[in-house]
């Protein structure tokens, strides 16, 4: 079953939604991370003066390399506890979603919006 089939979870309160902390930042540096279990790119994210610069492991090598990412703007958590993937600690949740064949595509704004802007 890919995530498209997945059943959709049942409805929630404003309260839980807005507990979820979405914001946009922008990719200043991107690397290969070989020492990730699946293949991985090596993020640094700059989500302004409010939350600061966050790394996270995005699993998106299908479609980007590290050359493509930066200066793109991408919407992540950031209010996840920090999470140790190999040798990193990654920072935040960097969202994106399956496209046919279940590869990561990225969220991202569609202009240039401020970075540390939360999604509402």
């Keep these: 079953m890919s995530t498209s089939d997945t059943p959709a979870p049942g409805p929630i309160g404003i309260d839980d939604f807005l507990a979820v902390d979405i914001r946009v930042g922008t990719i200043i540096a991107a690397a290969p991370f070989p020492e990730a279990r ?3 790119i090596r993020l640094t994210i700059d989500f302004g003066d409010a939350i600061g610069i966050k790394r996270s492991s ?7 390399t590290p050359e493509t990412l930066v200066g793109r703007q991408v919407a992540a958590v950031v209010n996840f506890p ?7 600690m990654s920072e935040v949740l960097t969202l994106g979603l399956p496209d046919a064949v279940g590869e990561v595509v990225l969220i991202a704004p569609d202009r240039a919006v401020p970075n540390g802007g939360r999604l509402f």
């Design 58 to 64: 995005a699993q998106i090598t299908r479609h980007y």
């Design 38 to 40: 699946k293949p991985a």
């Design 82 to 88: 920090p999470r140790q993937i190999g040798p990193m």
